[in-house]
């Protein structure tokens, strides 16, 4: 498959792993109308290709991501400003969909493991971005803020589900409450990234995790028990679990990745599992219905 090129981002796969690099170094990254559209359409792009088997997320130079572009002052967050021009095709009715609860939708619905590796500063959708995210890594040099309420806005990119399911009820409100920016040392303590690592480090770590996954695990299975784990978190009874669970283990127990993954396990060999995610992904979730926006 040929790589895509982007105006905000970077893109490269390389042996099952892909990195999408936030590019606009100079503005720290800053998200804009345009960086959301490309982000939607680069989960697109690794969904559909069976080379890719776990995507890292990271940003150029020395932010991840300093939140949304501030370059139009006052009427930054005011839809009926002119940039809202961008946004049009995400109106329903009197309602423009923010663009942040765009994006974390879409890598919620991803079907391949996503690893941030955060290399500095990520404030508002910076952070927010990263909570439909897997498995959080970070520098040393980052932090973090959920800096809303000190904009005069609330936080936004389906934070509200997200992160009181990651870092408890209580963390949530208050970093959401007071917007302070925090380091690195406090979101590992809250337990909202996994580690922290030297800068000239943390992508290597970041690749090392990715290739654990890659070289290892079956892709089909990586993306049921994607979506198992992330669609049970709201689920209101076990049985639910355990209706998707039965059908899963119905379905990959008689795949041949079932069959590979317990004869080279035998064999005492690596794996090479026959089935694609593109192909041989089953349906594990007869009423489940796709959520609209209302």
Known sequence: MSQPTFETLLYAVEDGVATITLNRPDKLNAFT???????????????????VKVVIVTGAGRAFCAGADLSSGGATFDRTSPQALEREEGKVGDVY?????????????????????????????????????????ASEDAKFGFVFARRGITPEACSSWFLPRLVGLQTALEWCYTGRVFPATEARERGFVRSLHAPEDLLPAARALAREIADNAAPVSVALTRQLLWRMAGADHPMEAHKADSRAIQSRGASGDAKEGVTSFLEKRAPVYPNRVSTDLPDIWPEWEPRQFR
């Open 33 to 51: 109308a345009r960086m959301m559209k490309e982000l939607i359409e680069v989960f697109d792009i690794t969904d559909a290709d069976d080379a």
């Open 97 to 137: 969909r923010d663009g942040g609860g765009r994006v974390t939708l879409r890598i919620y619905d991803s079907l391949k493991p996503v690893i941030a590796a955060v290399n500095g500063p990520a404030v508002g959708v910076g952070a927010t971005m990263q909570l439909a995210m897997d498995i959080r890594l």
